[in-house]
């Protein structure tokens, strides 16, 4: 790991654009936070152990997630995540492969990195992120966790405050003892005590560490000539998803104000946004002051973001992400995912099929009933041999009273789905609208 000592060393992104070719020196012998090293002489064996038994434990799991069926199958996108996190292992001097990455079935906005060395990134958070910058910031972000093993950190972190509360304890105890008193007496009190002083510990240690990791992510993207400014753009679509589940949580509970998804997670998001604009400003500051000479350090308007790339390789998963929110009733972060994939996809016939589907999916009420109809014609106007999509148009012609439609687009699935599974329930509609034109009939 000897890339990434030294990448800490000058993780500060300023540092890393201008201090190290001369303009900011000192930068580069600064630490960026007061975390020692693992591997330093206070490494124990006994720590060595705990990291033995965390990969055997993430090997485990590893195992477990794969037989339960929780990894998204797509081999292109598999490839493509792994390419990118490949040219960041090279760039801190190791071998190809050596951290792995798969793509998890979950619609939740999260990524981690387990001791065994892979990175999970969750469905949910691909079908947020808009272009290849993004996602290499993320997948940055999480390889920092692996390469700095901020996992045993926090456990070896954990496990010292745990044995400083024992001994505080037992200090208690002997202190009451001239009282004819015992711990038991104050146990109520010594523990509220105890988790207001560590809570705080452990919320800000855990945060320096998302600091450093943050910081190595936007490092990722001036390496690689990516638009750094997608740092602080992926954690505003993180925000943005946030308030819409919230809204679609709220509107389910219709108590806006016991919301403890959205009270839990925005105060570390927005804390991190700005963390991002301000060393972002920093940048912009150092280079407009740089001589010319050392200016190539800065990422001009001719930074990438690689948004065609990226939704390329994407769209399944998008897809896949729909679907699951839609069973989960989360109908418009799915409609809001499938329309920011049409954006780059508007030739997407699974798209636009889905979107209607979804559109016009709602219960009993017809509102969207119309764009979800659109959707659906414009999935036929694209291919008109979509089987899905003429079903789809069936069941929503029928809700809008056009009878007659709905009985030319069954008869048009079923040509072209001979073998179809609900071959007799479609047969069953079309003998009821047979003979109907237009809206002359009632609502079957």
Same mark, same amino acid.
Request: charged share 30%; net charge negative.
């Given at each position: ?53 965390? =990969? ?44 792995? *990455? ?10 981690? *990195? ?38 045993? =950190? ?43 002083? @560590? ?53 389910? =509970? ?18 991190? @946004? ?52 839609? =069973? ?43 764009? $979800? ?15 899905? $999509? ?34 007799? *329930?479609?047969?069953?509609? @079309? ?8 809206? $002359?009939?009632?609502?079957?």
């Amino acid at each position: 790991m000897v890339g990434y000592a030294s990448s800490l060393s000058r993780l500060r992104p300023i540092a890393l654009l201008l201090g190290c070719t001369g303009l900011l020196a000192e930068g580069c012998a600064s630490p960026p936070s007061d975390i020692d090293p693992v591997k330093s002489p206070t490494y124990q064996e006994t720590e060595r152990e705990r990291e033995r038994e965390m =990969k055997e434990a993430s090997r485990e799991f590893s195992d477990q997630v794969l037989k339960a069926g929780l990894v998204f199958e797509d081999e292109a996108l598999r490839i493509y995540l792994q390419e990118l996190l490949d040219r960041l292992l090279i760039a801190e001097g190791l071998e190809a492969g050596e951290v792995g *990455v798969a793509v998890l079935e979950s619609t939740a906005l999260n990524a981690h *990195v387990r001791a065994d060395g892979v990175i999970y990134l969750n469905l949910g958070v691909i079908s947020q992120i808009e272009n290849e910058a993004q996602i290499v910031f993320l997948i940055g972000h999480e390889l920092a966790h692996y390469l700095g093993r901020h996992a045993l =950190k926090r456990e070896i972190f954990e496990s010292r405050a745990a044995t400083i509360t024992l001994w505080r304890r037992a200090a208690l105890g002997v202190a009451l003892l001239p009282l004819g008193q015992t711990v038991l007496a104050t146990a109520d009190i010594e523990r509220e005590g105890r988790t207001r002083v @560590l809570a705080p510990l452990r919320s800000g240690y855990s945060q320096s560490l998302e600091t450093e990791s943050d910081d190595y992510g936007f490092m990722a993207l001036v390496r690689g000539g990516y638009d750094p400014t997608q740092s602080a753009r992926f954690l505003q679509l993180m925000l943005n998803d946030h308030e819409l589940e919230r809204q679609e949580i709220s509107s389910a =509970k219709g108590d806006e104000e016991d919301d403890p998804y959205f009270f839990a997670s925005h105060p570390d998001l927005l804390a991190r @946004l700005g963390h991002f604009r301000k060393i972002d400003e920093e940048r912009r500051f150092a280079c407009k002051q740089a001589p010319l000479e050392h200016r190539d350090a800065c990422v001009g308007t001719d930074a990438l973001l690689g948004e065609t790339e990226y939704r390329v390789h994407v769209e399944r998963a998008v897809l896949e992400t729909a679907r699951l929110d839609r =069973k989960r009733g989360r109908r418009r972060r799915a409609i809001a995912t499938i329309e920011r994939m049409l954006v780059f996809h508007p030739e997407s016939v699974d798209g636009w099929t889905m979107l209607g589907e979804i559109r016009g999916g709602w219960g009993p009420r017809v509102d969207g009933l119309a764009e $979800a109809i659109e959707a659906i014609e414009r999935a036929i106007e694209i291919d008109p041999t979509a089987p899905r $999509a003429h079903r789809e148009l069936g069941f929503l012609a029928e809700r809008a009273g056009r009878f007659g439609d709905a009985r030319l687009a069954f008869a048009r699935y079923l040509s072209l789905d001979p073998e179809a599974k609900d071959r007799a *329930v479609i047969e069953y509609r @079309l003998e009821r609208h047979r003979g109907a034109s237009g809206t $002359a009939e009632g609502t079957p």
